[in-house]
């Protein structure tokens, strides 16, 4: 490619903009229009042209998220961009649908959601990850379907864009993290597909075998190169291990710092017209807000040129209570209330993820196992009232999934506080006594998965723990070159 400049008899005076430094931090809004410009003149300077230029936006399907929104949180730094998935099918053949299990009638609701922030120097991608089962308040709000209008309620958060659609989702998000959102961006099963296929495939490792048989996911241990079909089986796979959505989002995170990974890596920003081409090849089949248009996507195209894996890191929401059971709603995850405002602060702050998180592992003891994929049964074993549910709001208060249902031991003479075990899930014993300083390990053949603990009367408190492998943990902030291949 030639290094002098494109000239045009049809453009004579062409203008130019020359930077003041080079490099600025903060970019002023002239400075962020100036670089739209320079990617528009380079996309015309290959021959594409401002007609094509426009035509992205065309390609976009609109909704309007914000509408008539009030008491919305205060702005931070950066742009923060709800990022939801849903179980729309109905572009997909019945081909693929019966290859890649999509049977059935969709829910309608939201099977992923995620705030993507991008800090204001558009150096880092910050991901957290909303379980689809948190526990969650809407805002006052009219029924999309029905007209009706309803108070605050509880549900699933995934539940919200089943009844109030886009607008109800982002009121709810906001109204949970106190974080505002700048754009919507909705993918269904269609364009995730489509995005993949386009990238020509994206590159997964996997150190065990996965298989799900609700997905028709099957992989074996190595590194795999997924196209579109695969890769929506491995990132809706729940059945592939123990840990369910937890696991799946992990999963998630993964498949997307590939997904990152592959487009800068790929040459496909630096291309203007493959650039134009993955572009509208993606935008065809997704929603998005009004205000998110082609200035926004190639300002974003732009400042990823200089991305990395290790420039996106990836969290979830600190889950305090796992299994809360709300009447009419059935069983949902409880956010912890110390820990994820602090996360929600770091994105308005703009400030690091992996910093906030260490901030909060100073006196948090390491396991080999996360307490999140730990199933408890407490018993008391003293004569003192109140011993059992006192261990077993306190032992789930750190993320273990105890039964809510305390019982009274055999035996009410217990001394020391006995953490009772089969034999096969030792590893899990190990990190739930490490929880229970001084406590003894019992080994009973044949218990099974649900470990048990007799509290006795030395019972004290119940120690934080967090995984060694930070991909177990709920609030293992971990960067995209952490998740990737070896």
């Known amino acids: ?63 309007d998220p914000f509408k008539d929104m009030k008491n919305r949180p205060q702005a931070g730094h950066g742009m923060n961009v709800l990022l939801v998935g849903t ?59 029905t007209g009706k209008q309803h108070h605050g309620h509880p549900l699933k958060i995934n539940a919200a864009y089943a009844e109030g659609g886009p607008q109800l989702t982002v009121r709810t998000v906001e109204h949970m993290t106190h974080v505002k959102i700048d754009h919507y961006l909705e993918v269904d099963f269609t364009s995730f597909m489509k995005t993949v296929d386009v990238l020509g495939g994206v590159k997964i490792c996997t150190a065990k075998p996965l298989k799900d048989s609700y997905t028709g996911l099957d992989l074996a241990p190595g590194a795999h190169t997924l196209m579109g079909g695969e890769a929506l089986q491995y990132v809706r796979s729940r059945h592939a291990d123990g840990s369910s959505d937890l696991g799946r989002m992990k999963r998630q995170q993964r498949f997307l710092a590939a997904l990152v990974d592959r487009a800068t890596s790929s040459g496909i920003l ?89 901030s909060l592992d100073g006196r948090v003891a390491r396991v080999d196992v996360a307490p999140q994929q730990i199933r408890v049964q407490v018993e008391n074993g003293t004569h003192t009232a109140g011993l059992g549910r006192r261990v077993d709001r306190a032992l789930a208060a750190v993320g273990f999934r105890t039964t809510r249902q305390p019982v009274s031991a055999a035996d009410p003479s217990a001394r020391r506080t006995v953490v009772a075990y089969d034999p096969r899930w030792d590893r899990s014993a190990k990190s739930l006594a490490t929880a229970l300083p001084g406590s003894e390990l019992r080994a009973v053949k044949g218990l099974g998965a649900t470990l048990k603990v007799i509290a006795g009367a030395d019972f004290r408190q119940v120690r934080t723990v967090r995984a060694v492998d930070a991909e177990q943990g709920e609030f293992g902030v971990v960067r995209g070159d952490e998740v990737g291949c070896p």
């Open 87 to 145: 179980d729309g099918r109905d572009r997909i053949t019945a081909a693929e649908r019966h290859r890649y299990r999509l049977g059935g009638a969709p829910c309608h609701c939201t099977d992923t959601i995620m705030i993507v922030h991008i800090s204001e120097d558009r150096e880092r991608a910050s991901v957290v990850s909303l379980p689809r089962d948190s526990y969650a308040e809407t805002p006052p709000h009219t029924d999309q379907v």
């Open 270 to 358: 630096l291309n203007p017209l493959r650039f134009r081409d993955v572009t509208r090849a993606v935008l065809g089949s997704v929603r998005a807000d009004r205000g998110f248009g082609a200035d926004e996507l190639l300002d974003l195209g732009r400042a990823m040129r200089t991305f990395s894996p290790s420039s996106s890191e990836f969290a979830t929401v600190p889950i305090g209570q796992m299994g809360y059971l709300v009447k009419g709603i059935g069983s949902t995850l409880k956010w912890d209330p110390v820990k994820s405002p602090l996360l929600f602060r770091a994105l308005r702050d703009d400030k690091p993820l992996a910093a906030t998180a260490r």
């Open 1 to 63: 490619m030639p290094t002098t400049p494109l000239r045009s008899p049809r453009r004579p005076h062409p203008r130019r903009r020359v930077p003041r430094s080079p490099v600025r931090r903060r970019r002023p809004r002239w400075a962020v229009r100036a670089a739209t410009t320079l990617s528009v003149v380079l996309l015309a300077a290959a021959g594409i042209g401002h007609s094509v230029i426009s035509s992205l936006d065309a390609d976009i399907a609109r909704v």
